[in-house]
Antibody
């Protein structure tokens, strides 16, 4: 079964760092892009950025550039999203999702992780 | 960034109704428009890609149409499991922006 499995929920304080993960299985991880999507409580979906694990080519939304870092380790089929200094406004559920492969560059996100809820509160 | 605007933001309908949700892009996005369904506490699920192509396993009561900047998602006969939030997304250019979502509720 093709799937993405994300790390568990996190509770952090403002100013702390965090790295969450997204592990792919059941498909060729290096042949698909992985994207990260934010969903703040009760709100819509926001596209944060993408990475191609094969060569770590990374693209960010201008809204998130400099605020987060997206990375991947193709040896363990895992992508990451990290913050160096969290703010209360980072409280949200974060999803990873894949696109590309045989569906091509313009395809939608066809497989999603289950989401990681991040709560930042003092 | 390309802005995606969905309408309505919320909609009440009954089982068996035909429902249409609209998505408008701030500039042309060619044929690169996707629709997702999201249920509470769950990840989104891809329903339709490339404007009108049905993702594998998605019931045929879902259909998509449109071109250029204006697109629609139609559910031909609502089923109880269709009550959810629907999101459009353009995959024409980065950032691949989403609409604000349309919440479909039971009347």
């Amino acid at each position: 079964e093709e799937q993405l499995v994300q790390s568990g929920a996190e509770m952090k304080k403002p100013g702390e760092s965090l790295k969450i993960s997204c592990k792919g299985s059941g498909y060729s991880f290096i042949n698909y892009w992985i994207g990260w999507v934010r969903q703040m409580p009760g709100k819509g979906l926001e596209w944060m950025g993408i990475i191609y694990p094969s060569d770590s080519d990374t693209r960010y939304s201008p809204s998130f550039q400099g605020q987060v870092t997206i990375s991947a380790d193709k040896s363990i089929n895992t992508a990451y999203l990290q913050w160096s200094s969290l703010k209360a406004s980072d409280t949200a559920t974060y999803y990873c999702a894949r696109f590309g492969g045989s569906s091509g560059w313009y395809s939608g996100f066809d497989i999603w992780g289950q989401g990681t809820m991040v709560t930042v509160s003092s | 960034d390309i802005q995606m605007t969905q309408s309505p933001s919320s909609l009440s309908a009954s089982v068996g109704d035909r429902v249409t949700i609209t998505c408008r892009a701030s500039q042309t996005i060619s044929g690169y428009l996707n629709w997702y369904q999201q249920k509470p506490g769950k990840a989104p699920k891809l329903l339709i890609y490339d404007v009108s192509s049905l993702q594998s396993g998605v019931p045929s009561r879902f259909s998509g149409s449109g071109s250029g900047t204006d697109f629609t998602l139609t559910i031909s006969s609502l089923q109880p499991e269709d009550f959810a939030t629907y999101h459009c997304q353009q995959s024409y250019s980065s950032p691949r922006t989403f609409g604000q979502g349309t919440k479909l509720e039971i009347k």
